[in-house]
C-alpha cells in the first residue's frame, strides 16, 4: 500500500479535466451541472453548488478519489485544511502525535492505490459524495450537501449508484435515506476494494472552507422537509440545552466539559431549558426541535452545528470555542453567537490542544450569557 505522505495530491480542477454531462445522460452542459443560479463571483466560482463528472477516476478508501495515480482533492470536495491533514506528515514536537497521524492517514487511502485490490467495475457513472471522517459535523457540513445535490440531480432524472465506505457508520444511513436508496448503493471495503465506472460524479460542499453558498439554507430546508417536518410552521420559541453527558459515557472525545451535569440542571431546573440529547433522539425528533428554537446551548462541537436548522436570528450559546466552524454558521445564518470560555481562560482548540480538551466552566457565566441574550429567567 502506498503511503499518503507520497502520493500526488491534485487540489485543482480544470475544465479539461472534467467531461460533459452528456456523458451521464439527457443533459449537455459545459462541464459542470450549476443547481442553483450562479451567485459567487467567477473568479470565486468553487462556492457554487456544482455536479462534476471526473472520467477515468475511481472511488476507494474511506471516501478518496483516484485518477491515475493521483488523488483529487479540490477544495470543491474537501476542506484545504482536511486535505493539509490527510497528506502531510505531522511535524515532531507538534500537538498531534506523528506516528497515530500516520496510522490515521494510511487508513483513509486504503485499498485505493494497491494492484491486488478488489476492483468493484460499473458499466455506469458512479457517485461518491463522502470523506473520510464520518464525525457528526463533517458529515453535516460536507457530505450532506453533496447528498442534496445528488437529490436535486434525481429530480432531473440523473440517477447514479453511491459507492459507500462500508466503514461509514449506521446513523449516517439515515440522513442517507433522504437521498439516496438503499438498492442504489455500492459498498465496498476500503481496506481490499474500489469502485470504478466510465466517470465518478462529484458534487460540491456548496461552500469553500466554510463560506457558504445562500443555497446551504436550501438545503436544510430540504433535509428537514424530506424527514417530515413541517418547514412551514412557526419557531416555537423552544429553549434547547444539547448535551454531551450520555454520549461521553458510552463513547471516546478529546473534549468535555467536565462539570457538564451542573450546567445542564442549573438550565433546566431554574431557567426552563430543554435538555436534549440528540444521539438518542429520531432523525425526525432532532430537527423539529432545532426547527422551532429560539436559543441552543451547549459545548463547542459537531451538535451545535445543528443551529443550520434553527431559525434565523435564534440564538447560540458555546462553552469553548474548539475553531471557527460555529461562528461561520451563526454569521451566515443570522444569529447571535457568544462563547462561555473555560474557567482558567484557555480556549480548548483542536489545534493546539487535541489531547488535552477537558474542562470546567463556570455555571454562572453561562447563565449571565443567556440572560444577555434575553432567554433567561
Same mark, same amino acid.
Given at each position: 500500500?502506498?503511503?499518503?505522505? #507520497?502520493?500526488?495530491?491534485?487540489?485543482?480542477?480544470?475544465?479539461?479535466?472534467?467531461?460533459?454531462?452528456? $456523458?451521464?445522460?439527457?443533459?449537455?452542459?459545459?462541464?459542470?451541472?450549476?443547481?442553483?443560479?450562479?451567485?459567487?463571483?467567477?473568479?470565486?466560482? #468553487? &462556492?457554487?453548488?456544482?455536479?462534476?463528472?471526473?472520467?477515468?477516476?475511481?472511488?476507494?478508501?474511506?471516501?478518496?478519489?483516484?485518477?491515475?495515480?493521483?488523488?483529487?482533492?479540490?477544495?470543491?470536495?474537501?476542506?484545504?485544511?482536511?486535505?493539509?491533514?490527510?497528506?502531510?506528515?505531522?511535524?515532531?514536537?507538534?500537538?498531534?502525535?506523528?506516528?497515530?497521524?500516520?496510522?490515521?492517514?494510511?487508513?483513509?487511502?486504503?485499498?485505493?492505490?494497491?494492484?491486488?485490490?478488489?476492483?468493484?467495475?460499473?458499466?455506469?457513472?458512479?457517485? %461518491?459524495?463522502?470523506?473520510?471522517?464520518?464525525? /457528526?459535523?463533517?458529515?453535516?457540513?460536507?457530505?450532506?450537501?453533496?447528498?442534496?445535490?445528488?437529490?436535486?440531480?434525481?429530480?432531473?432524472?440523473?440517477?447514479?449508484?453511491?459507492?459507500?465506505?462500508?466503514?461509514?457508520?449506521?446513523?449516517? &444511513?439515515?440522513?442517507?435515506?433522504?437521498?439516496?436508496?438503499?438498492?442504489?448503493?455500492?459498498?465496498? $471495503?476500503?481496506?481490499?476494494?474500489?469502485?470504478?465506472?466510465?466517470?465518478?460524479?462529484?458534487?460540491?460542499?456548496?461552500?469553500?472552507? /466554510?463560506?457558504?453558498?445562500?443555497?446551504?439554507?436550501?438545503?436544510?430546508?430540504?433535509?428537514?422537509?424530506?424527514?417530515?417536518?413541517?418547514? %412551514?410552521?412557526?419557531?416555537?420559541?423552544?429553549?434547547?440545552?444539547?448535551?454531551?453527558?450520555?454520549?461521553?459515557?458510552?463513547?471516546?472525545?478529546?473534549?468535555?466539559?467536565?462539570?457538564?451535569?451542573?450546567?445542564?440542571?442549573?438550565?433546566?431546573?431554574?431557567?426552563?431549558?430543554?435538555?436534549?440529547?440528540?444521539?438518542?433522539?429520531?432523525?425526525?425528533?432532532?430537527?423539529?426541535?432545532?426547527?422551532?428554537?429560539?436559543?441552543?446551548?451547549?459545548?463547542?462541537?459537531?451538535?451545535?452545528?445543528?443551529?443550520?436548522?434553527?431559525?434565523?436570528?435564534?440564538?447560540?450559546?458555546?462553552?469553548?470555542?474548539?475553531?471557527?466552524?460555529?461562528?461561520?454558521?451563526?454569521?451566515?445564518?443570522?444569529?447571535?453567537?457568544?462563547?462561555?470560555?473555560?474557567?482558567?481562560?484557555?480556549?480548548?482548540?483542536? $489545534?493546539?490542544?487535541?489531547?488535552?480538551?477537558?474542562?470546567?466552566?463556570?455555571?454562572?457565566?453561562?447563565?449571565?450569557?443567556?440572560?444577555?441574550?434575553?432567554?433567561? $429567567?
Amino acid at each position: 500500500m502506498s503511503s499518503p505522505a #507520497i502520493l500526488e495530491v491534485q487540489r485543482t480542477l480544470t475544465s479539461a479535466e472534467v467531461a460533459c454531462l452528456e $456523458d451521464v445522460g439527457r443533459l449537455s452542459h459545459v462541464h459542470h451541472l450549476s443547481m442553483y443560479p450562479a451567485w459567487a463571483p467567477s473568479d470565486n466560482s #468553487i &462556492h457554487e453548488p456544482r455536479i462534476y463528472v471526473l472520467p477515468g477516476a475511481e472511488v476507494g478508501g474511506r471516501g478518496l478519489i483516484r485518477r491515475g495515480q493521483a488523488v483529487l482533492a479540490p477544495p470543491e470536495f474537501w476542506p484545504t485544511g482536511f486535505t493539509d491533514r490527510l497528506f502531510t506528515p505531522a511535524p515532531a514536537g507538534g500537538a498531534e502525535d506523528p506516528a497515530e497521524l500516520a496510522v490515521w492517514q494510511t487508513s483513509c487511502v486504503g485499498a485505493l492505490f494497491d494492484d491486488d485490490a478488489h476492483v468493484i467495475s460499473l458499466d455506469v457513472p458512479v457517485a %461518491t459524495a463522502v470523506n473520510p471522517s464520518f464525525v /457528526y459535523g463533517h458529515v453535516l457540513l460536507e457530505m450532506l450537501p453533496r447528498l442534496h445535490l445528488l437529490g436535486l440531480a434525481r429530480a432531473l432524472g440523473l440517477t447514479f449508484p453511491l459507492a459507500l465506505p462500508s466503514t461509514a457508520p449506521d446513523w449516517f &444511513h439515515g440522513l442517507l435515506r433522504l437521498y439516496v436508496p438503499p438498492t442504489d448503493v455500492v459498498s465496498f $471495503d476500503p481496506a481490499a476494494e474500489r469502485v470504478t465506472g466510465p466517470s465518478v460524479v462529484a458534487p460540491s460542499m456548496m461552500h469553500f472552507n /466554510y463560506v457558504f453558498h445562500p443555497a446551504f439554507m436550501a438545503m436544510a430546508a430540504d433535509v428537514k422537509a424530506r424527514a417530515g417536518v413541517d418547514v %412551514t410552521a412557526p419557531p416555537s420559541g423552544r429553549r434547547l440545552y444539547l448535551s454531551r453527558c450520555r454520549f461521553r459515557e458510552t463513547s471516546w472525545s478529546w473534549h468535555g466539559v467536565e462539570n457538564e451535569h451542573e450546567i445542564e440542571a442549573l438550565l433546566r431546573d431554574e431557567h426552563g431549558f430543554e435538555v436534549l440529547y440528540p444521539e438518542e433522539m429520531s432523525l425526525a425528533e432532532q430537527l423539529s426541535a432545532y426547527h422551532g428554537a429560539a436559543m441552543l446551548v451547549g459545548e463547542s462541537g459537531s451538535q451545535m452545528h445543528n443551529s443550520l436548522f434553527a431559525p434565523r436570528g435564534a440564538a447560540v450559546v458555546v462553552m469553548n470555542e474548539n475553531n471557527e466552524i460555529q461562528r461561520m454558521i451563526c454569521e451566515f445564518m443570522g444569529q447571535p453567537f457568544v462563547v462561555v470560555p473555560p474557567e482558567d481562560g484557555i480556549l480548548r482548540r483542536y $489545534d493546539t490542544h487535541p489531547y488535552e480538551g477537558y474542562f470546567r466552566v463556570d455555571a454562572e457565566a453561562v447563565v449571565r450569557a443567556v440572560v444577555g441574550l434575553g432567554a433567561g $429567567d
